[in-house]
């Protein structure tokens, strides 16, 4: 068919001059859009063409917003409009036309209308409120068509929030007759599935009564979203796997109708959908891969070698048998299969064949080498394609032998590659394994001058910091460290005296670095001269101000003899007044530093690197000149996201009439907006920013790299960590290569071209024997990559828990949550509502001591519980009772069964107070209680399952969901089953997603019984807030901090207990021991009072006595968290 | 899944765009200042495959029509190509024997043609038969809606 396309097309030029030919009887030649397009080609400059456009977009503009225009000339307008877009010109005007047409316009009107609005609008336009009725609308029409419209364009462009409105009547056309629309119900609920899991949840019944429809097409369909929820969750499908067999069966047996196949082969893009099913399904999972042997094996034989597509169906099959549990003649089979790809002078297949070895030479290496000389020809293939995904394979197998060979051949490819992702890409290649197998010092350093040039400043953060923290922290041996420095140290100079102005900035800030830190090991090099070399980069154009703080600093570290010290005057003069403050602040350091050189000794000590730092992120030694400033009148400071956010609330404003009918969210974009501004001030500078970074919890451990401008090595810290802790486990043994190899090396990394041969195929052979090297002698373990066992050169020196690793952990605590170091002080404090079982259980002398003295300083206790378990047990039972500081009252003695299930309370748990246990629900042969139990970090909700009936029950299920919480089981959770008249006990954490006053936990349980249907029974549970609510202790400094940096915040005036003098303290005494509240200070009529809620969101609260009621202001980073605590500081002070 | 499909002249016009995913105009924008320059620097006898950021980008020349498919990295490229060729077919079953010049004057109908055949990034239908039978409908709707008469041509 091609061919006839071509002979036509050919034709095209003459076709455009002549409107008489006979392939241009269709086209609307007479009709306004033809005219356009006809000037259009006509004109032969841009300008010409932009003036032609403005005018035809001005009358279409003049004649759309005319009333006299029907609806019939507003489809002609509108395809003329689309046209003009597609040209580049804006047609705005148009759009809310476009809206009207799909509205008002009869089915074929509409249809354009559609058309233009999916074009026009994107899925933020704000427009596109106006199309929910019409879709609506349509979606209810009797006029298939019409539904077809708007089903089409729901899937195409409907956001997340506008969803919920279409998602019913989409939902109720999988019930449809006509399987056509059923088919697009199914694709348009995939895409919502992709957009916004959680809201099509529901209805995964309703998805699996599509898998069985009747017609193949809905079937089809469904696969897409099944294929979506089994790679997300494999274990929850695997009893479809049979169905997916069997259907694959019947398709590559020609059970379909006709119309399903494409070129004589059945359904190929059903057959690929399942062959990815099943793979998923087969990962790791012997027994579920051996169901599908015997259909791979069937299509393997069927797909026969003619067409591209059933190409398409092997690779397919290939990929899927070397990812399921292997089978050997199965793997053998498609193994063949690659072969004929490989070799198949198709580039297109060649293309595939590579990248089908690249997936499996990990596990089957040989592969690799059958195929050796197709890779060489590969490699040099004039496609820049085929040569990447060459490099690719080779990544794959690369080794300590061929190492150099292959990252020479990166490193050519990298000179010519002007693509910027594939250079990020292949660079952190390179660096990872030239880290991983470099032969030698000289090697890497320059390997690693290659990258660092190469990759720019676009290359990944993390490789530069590696190779610092590589360098900093050494390997085993002190002399091979010594050497690499120096080396790096002669490379580098030799670097700065050539041009310097060529190389990245990244690259300079790592040079200067290391002279900073090394420069001392060559000892014939002064400093001073070092020092030139820098301050010509100072005067370089190019430089970045940030590369020239790194230089500046390296210049503090050098300024050693009169020669040192007068260039750094002369720089830090320079740069004293520079307009950039962190540069002034450098070179103010520097001219400091430079005149007193014993302070420079103890401010930047020599080789101090590996040496702890402690950061004071909080920054609070700036508190006092804090408070001065506000004293003074300076308004608070706001952190960006506040401030952020009080604009997007004054947006949200101007929804808010839509947002009534559907729920949109809002807050939620504008927490996500909030990510980015936190981080980019982070870069910008550390002085503004000290109340954001300290409090932020989780996204913390992000802006360690806002720390790197210190100079220890901690700020180098990258994100590597885990993977070299796994490498430290290997036996050291740094890998010396045979000296021949060593040459080979050498002769390589000096010359970049390799010494041509005459004879080219012998350069091929060679060329083969250098990269295939390691594949052939030794064992296949070896060439997986990941699991190399190879010696590796460059290992991370052992450290001691107290050195590095210590070091790095003390800093990213301090940085990550001020709550939870403080949490470790607060343990102590705490020993009145909380003991940690751990320590009940290791020292029972102590616990005893404890549980007297508490018993006796509350004063009651509990003897009703001390029952069933060993001394110990009961000991801690006491402090439970007597510690209980829970609002919620005790166990009453004449609730016989309570008490019975309460003995059944999880040992780790019995520790902790704990509430009352509430019956959830109840049937003839099951009985479902809870209770939730307080522990210092936590809540767990227990609940109990007895069954009350004669017989066991199976299959117990229990699932529970929340809006406001976060549930996640604690391990041993999913009951199977209970036994007759026993009790199962499952766990479940919880914490607040939305603080609310009460929070509820909904559930469902399902259960079998020996004889008769599955039954399930439903319940909810609901919970108090203050139950999540621990205090936090704190400085009165830390309160001050934070309490700027909060947004959400609540005012109220609460009535005081009235004792006299003491009132606020008595009030908030109260406060303290209903509500689990840190009391910080009280100062005269003032108090300051903190918790937090867990895991560690504070919440700050202030009150003041004031005309007789206390006024109280609650502030947190948390939406709602201060009204809801509001409300039970009152209803605990009333009850009072 | 597809990510946007577009036809380009070789001269670098955008004959037809389709995004598959949201995406800003600006990037679109890019997005085909990108894929012409790439697809038009490539070399005869070259792959009919590229990278672009994360994606694979698919193309197909049809006479002096390009054909550029971008899909998800895990995708299959030959399977990619199929649909464009699947998509030219339909083209020319609608046009009998497709020209360029056909999509340049009716790119409505190409619109029309495509939305049958892909619907969400992924197939609808693979049928030429059927999708033609539902252009046709579509297209032989008279103002009157007459919606009985129709429904026998479309789903009969």
């Given at each position: ?376 020809e590969c490699l040099d293939h004039p496609d820049l394609i085929i040569k990447r995904e060459t490099l690719e394979l080779l990544f794959r197998i690369t080794n300590a032998q061929n190492v150099t060979v292959i990252v020479e051949k990166m490193l050519d490819f990298l000179r010519v590659s002007t693509d910027d992702y594939t250079t990020i890409d292949l660079v952190g290649k390179v660096a990872e394994l030239a880290e991983k197998y470099a032969p030698d010092n000289e090697w890497f350093i320059e390997t690693m001058n290659t990258v660092f040039s190469v990759g720019g400043d676009m290359m990944q953060p993390d490789i530069p910091n590696s190779f610092l923290k590589l360098l900093s922290e050494g390997f085993d041996s002190v002399e091979e460290d010594r050497k690499l420095r120096l080396f790096a140290v002669d490379s580098y100079v030799s670097l700065l005296q050539g041009e310097p102005g060529k190389l990245p900035q990244r690259f300079l800030q790592v040079i200067s670095w290391v002279l900073g830190e090394y420069s001392h090991l060559r000892a014939e090099l002064q400093p001073s001269t070092v020092m030139r070399l820098l301050s010509k980069l100072l005067d370089t154009k190019n430089t970045s101000s940030e590369t020239k703080t790194w230089v500046l600093m390296t210049m503090t570290k050098l300024c050693e003899g009169a020669a040192g010290v007068s260039v750094a005057q002369e720089v830090s003069e320079a740069y004293s007044s520079s307009l950039d403050t962190v540069l002034r602040q450098r070179a103010q350091e520097l001219q400091h530093l430079s005149q007193d050189s014993e302070l420079r000794a103890r401010v930047v000590p020599r080789d101090a690197g590996l040496e702890p730092l402690e950061v004071d992120s909080s920054l609070s030694f700036l508190d006092g000149f804090v408070s001065e400033a506000l004293a003074a009148g300076a308004a608070p400071y706001k952190p960006p996201h506040q401030r952020q956010e009080e604009l997007a609330q004054a947006k949200a404003l101007s929804l808010e009439p839509y947002g009534l009918s559907l729920p949109i969210s809002i807050s939620s974009c504008s927490i996500a907006d909030r990510q980015s501004p936190t981080l ?457 | ?156």
């Amino acid at each position: 068919m091609s061919d006839v396309v071509e002979k036509t097309l050919t034709a095209l030029p003459s076709l455009l001059s002549l409107d008489s030919q006979p392939g241009s009887a269709k086209l609307s030649s007479t009709s306004k859009l033809g005219n356009l397009i006809r000037g259009i080609t006509e004109l032969t400059s841009k300008h010409e063409e932009e003036k032609l456009i403005q005018r035809e977009l001005a009358s279409i503009k003049e004649q759309v917003s005319s009333p006299n225009t029907s609806m019939r000339q507003m489809k002609e307008l509108m395809v003329r409009a689309i046209y003009c877009e597609m040209l580049g010109y804006e047609a705005s005007f148009s759009y809310i036309h476009a809206i009207k047409l799909a509205q008002q316009g009869t089915a074929l009107e509409k249809r354009v209308g559609y058309l233009a609005v999916s074009l026009f609008l994107n899925e933020s336009h704000e427009l596109l409120l106006l199309l929910v009725n019409t879709v609506l609308k349509d979606l209810q029409s009797t006029n298939l068509i019409e539904v077809c419209m708007a089903l089409t364009v729901v899937s195409q462009m409907f956001p997340k929030d506008m969803i919920p409105a279409i998602l019913p009547l989409v939902e109720e056309k999988l019930n449809h007759q006509k399987e056509i629309i059923r088919r697009k119900a199914v694709l348009a609920l995939y895409k919502f599935y992709l957009i916004a899991p959680n809201q099509v949840q529901h209805i995964h019944n309703k998805f699996r009564k599509a898998l069985c429809d009747k017609d193949p097409g809905v079937m089809t369909a469904s696969l897409h979203i099944y294929l979506q929820m089994i790679q997300e969750n494999p274990e929850g499908y695997k009893d479809l796997t049979a169905s997916f067999v069997t259907i694959l069966k019947q398709v590559v047996g020609g059970k379909l109708p006709m119309d399903f196949n494409y070129h004589s082969v059945p359904a190929p893009w059903l057959q690929i959908q399942l062959l990815r099913i099943l793979s998923v399904l087969g990962k790791n999972d012997q027994s579920t891969s051996e169901i599908m042997y015997d259909v791979l094996d069937e299509s393997l034989r069927r797909a026969e070698m003619n067409h591209n597509i059933t190409y398409a169906i092997l690779y397919e099959c290939v990929k899927c048998i070397y990812t399921i549990h292997p089978k050997s003649d199965l793997l053998e089979k498609a193994a063949k299969c690659i072969g004929n790809f490989v070799l198949s002078p198709k580039i297109n297949l060649k293309y595939l064949g590579l990248k089908a070895l690249t997936y499996v030479v990990q596990q089957d290496p040989k592969l690799a080498l059958q195929h050796q000389m197709t890779i060489i020809e590969c490699l040099d293939h004039p496609d820049l394609i085929i040569k990447r995904e060459t490099l690719e394979l080779l990544f794959r197998i690369t080794n300590a032998q061929n190492v150099t060979v292959i990252v020479e051949k990166m490193l050519d490819f990298l000179r010519v590659s002007t693509d910027d992702y594939t250079t990020i890409d292949l660079v952190g290649k390179v660096a990872e394994l030239a880290e991983k197998y470099a032969p030698d010092n000289e090697w890497f350093i320059e390997t690693m001058n290659t990258v660092f040039s190469v990759g720019g400043d676009m290359m990944q953060p993390d490789i530069p910091n590696s190779f610092l923290k590589l360098l900093s922290e050494g390997f085993d041996s002190v002399e091979e460290d010594r050497k690499l420095r120096l080396f790096a140290v002669d490379s580098y100079v030799s670097l700065l005296q050539g041009e310097p102005g060529k190389l990245p900035q990244r690259f300079l800030q790592v040079i200067s670095w290391v002279l900073g830190e090394y420069s001392h090991l060559r000892a014939e090099l002064q400093p001073s001269t070092v020092m030139r070399l820098l301050s010509k980069l100072l005067d370089t154009k190019n430089t970045s101000s940030e590369t020239k703080t790194w230089v500046l600093m390296t210049m503090t570290k050098l300024c050693e003899g009169a020669a040192g010290v007068s260039v750094a005057q002369e720089v830090s003069e320079a740069y004293s007044s520079s307009l950039d403050t962190v540069l002034r602040q450098r070179a103010q350091e520097l001219q400091h530093l430079s005149q007193d050189s014993e302070l420079r000794a103890r401010v930047v000590p020599r080789d101090a690197g590996l040496e702890p730092l402690e950061v004071d992120s909080s920054l609070s030694f700036l508190d006092g000149f804090v408070s001065e400033a506000l004293a003074a009148g300076a308004a608070p400071y706001k952190p960006p996201h506040q401030r952020q956010e009080e604009l997007a609330q004054a947006k949200a404003l101007s929804l808010e009439p839509y947002g009534l009918s559907l729920p949109i969210s809002i807050s939620s974009c504008s927490i996500a907006d909030r990510q980015s501004p936190t981080l980019l001030s982070m870069s910008s500078g550390l002085s503004g920013d000290s109340t954001d970074l300290s409090h932020k919890g989780g996204s913390t451990t992000l802006k360690l790299d806002g720390v790197k401008r210190v100079w220890g090595k901690e700020g180098y810290l990258a994100q590597r960590e885990p993977v070299e802790e796994t490498a430290q486990v290997e036996v050291p043994s740094p890998f010396r290569s045979p000296s021949q190899q060593a040459e080979a090396d050498s002769s390589h990394s000096q010359t970049p071209t390799p010494v041509p041969t005459p004879e080219p195929t012998q350069e091929k052979q060679q060329l083969a024997s250098s990269l295939f090297v390691g594949l052939s002698s030794q064992s296949s373990v070896c060439l997986m990559g990941k699991s190399e066992s190879a010696p590796q050169r460059f290992r991370r020196k052992a450290k001691s828990p107290s050195s590095s690793s210590g070091a790095s952990e003390q800093i990213s605590n301090s940085l990550v949550s001020a709550p939870s170091t403080v949490d470790n002080l607060l343990c102590d404090n705490l020993l009145d509502t909380n003991i940690t079982s751990e320590l009940a259980v290791s020292s029972p002398t102590q616990t005893s001591q404890l549980s007297q003295s508490l018993t006796t300083a509350n004063g009651t206790c509990d003897v009703e519980l001390t029952d069933t378990k060993g001394s110990n047990h009961s000991l801690i039972r006491d402090i439970s009772v007597a510690v209980a500081a829970d609002p919620t009252p005790h166990e009453d003695p004449d609730k016989p069964k309570d008490l019975c299930l309460s003995s059944h309370l999880p040992a780790e748990l019995s520790g902790f107070s704990h509430s009352e246990i509430t019956p959830l629900c109840s049937n003839q042969s099951l009985d479902l209680s809870a209770c939730h139990v307080q522990q210092k970090d936590s809540l767990v909700l227990v609940v109990f399952i007895y069954n009350s009936s004669d017989s066991d029950i199976q299959q117990i299920l229990l699932e529970l969901d929340s809006d406001d919480l976060e549930v996640s089981g604690v391990c041993g959770s999913p009951v199977q089953e209970v036994g007759s008249q026993s009790v199962a006990v499952c766990q479940f954490s919880l914490s607040v997603k939305r603080p609310s006053v009460h929070v509820e936990v909904s559930g469902m349980v399902s259960y079998q019984l020996p004889v008769g249907t599955p039954q399930s029974a439903q319940f909810s549970y609901n919970l108090p807030l203050t139950s999540f609510i621990r205090p936090l202790t704190l400085s009165t400094e830390e309160y001050g901090t934070m309490w700027l940096a909060f947004s959400h915040d609540t005012k109220q005036n609460l009535t005081l207990i009235n004792e006299g003098q003491e009132s606020l303290a008595a009030t908030l005494n109260v406060l303290k021991k209903k509500l689990q509240l840190h009391i910080v200070e009280i100062i005269g009529l003032e108090g300051i009072v903190a918790c937090r809620l867990l895991q560690d969101q504070p919440c700050l609260m202030h009150c003041r006595v004031h005309a007789g009621t206390l006024a109280v202001w609650l502030r947190s980073p948390v939406p709602d968290l201060p009204d809801c605590l509001m409300y039970y500081c009152q209803r605990a002070l009333q009850e009072h | 899944m597809m990510r946007f499909l577009l036809l380009f002249s070789r001269q670098g016009k955008l004959r037809l765009q389709k995004w598959f995913t949201p995406m800003a105009e600006r990037e679109k924008k890019k997005i085909i200042r990108d894929m012409t320059t790439m697809v038009l620097a490539r070399q005869p006898r070259s792959c009919n495959f590229l990278h672009w950021k994360d994606l694979k980008v698919i193309y197909k020349r049809y006479a002096s029509l390009y054909f550029c498919l971008a899909v998800d990295n895990q995708e299959n490229e030959l399977l990619a190509l199929e649909v464009i060729h699947r998509y030219v077919e339909l083209l020319d079953k609608y046009f009998g024997n497709v020209c360029e010049l056909d999509i340049i004057f009716n790119f409505e109908k190409a619109y029309f043609i495509l939305d049958e055949f892909l619907m969400g990034g992924e197939i609808q239908e693979t049928s030429k038969q059927m999708v033609n039978r539902s252009i046709e409908a579509s297209d032989m709707l008279q103002e009157d809606d007459n919606s009985d008469w129709y429904e026998v041509e479309l789903f009969g």
